[in-house]
């Protein structure tokens, strides 16, 4: 309602936060009708949030691709028409690896569709090089997230640098690219305390400090 979008404003404001992206859903079993009212609400709550980014991580169920990439290109749409660009990452599924990923690309076919990497995820789920899967679409790669993993399946919530993802390499490659951001921290080893994983989160922004000062 417009008045929980209100009360939300304001509780991010009064932390001193600022919003930049949000989560966009897709329902592929729904009529397409249904399904691209949700879009629609979702893209019109963004926007009276002033979000500037959506992001949907896609589905794993063979049987829904096809619909998936229509409502996607619905968004894309869309989202272009209201200033809010649309995004996907590595996450399993339909967008698993860089091959998956050119087929969302060509299907979707709109501009406004970007892949926000996560090189993490890409290990997760698939257990292949993220720097070599990052090649073949980096010039499409508008976000990134800073994300470790030592081998497929392997804990996500972990310290960066601690599994095989090469951050260096990785932002020597985007920068040679023009790429200009932003880098999210997504996680870091949850603690016994809460102290304790702000520790966590605070050792893994100074590494991609330290990182990026490298560059």
């Known amino acids: 309602t417009p008045e929980y979008l209100s009360t939300l ?7 001193g936060l600022e919003m930049n992206v949000g989560r966009l859903r897709t329902s592929e079993a729904k009529p ?6 949700e879009i629609r609400r979702q893209f019109d709550n963004a926007r009276d949030l002033g979000l500037t980014v959506l992001i949907n991580t896609g589905t794993a169920k063979a049987e829904t691709y096809e619909a998936w990439y229509r409502l ?6 869309y989202g272009a028409d209201n200033g809010i660009q649309v995004v996907t990452k590595p996450h399993g599924g339909v967008n698993a690896a860089s091959a998956e990923l050119l087929i ?12 926000w990497y996560d090189a993490g995820n890409l290990i997760y789920y698939t257990g292949k090089d993220p720097l070599v899967e990052m090649e073949p679409i980096i010039s499409h790669v508008t976000a990134f997230t800073a994300k470790d993993c030592a081998g497929k399946g392997a804990e996500v919530m972990t310290q960066l640098g601690m599994g095989k993802v090469d951050f260096l390499a990785h932002f020597r490659r985007l920068e040679r690219a023009g790429f200009k951001g932003p880098i999210m921290l997504e996680g870091c080893e949850v603690g016994t305390t ?3 994983t702000t520790t966590n989160a605070r050792a893994n922004r100074e590494f991609l400090e330290r990182t990026l000062a490298k560059v």
């Open 104 to 115: 969302c690309l060509e299907k979707i076919n709109h501009p406004n569709l970007g892949i």
């Open 9 to 15: 404003k304001e509780k991010i404001a009064a932390r």
């Open 32 to 37: 397409t009708a249904e399904a691209t009212a």
């Open 194 to 196: 809460a102290a304790e």
């Open 72 to 77: 996607t290109a619905f968004a894309a749409a």
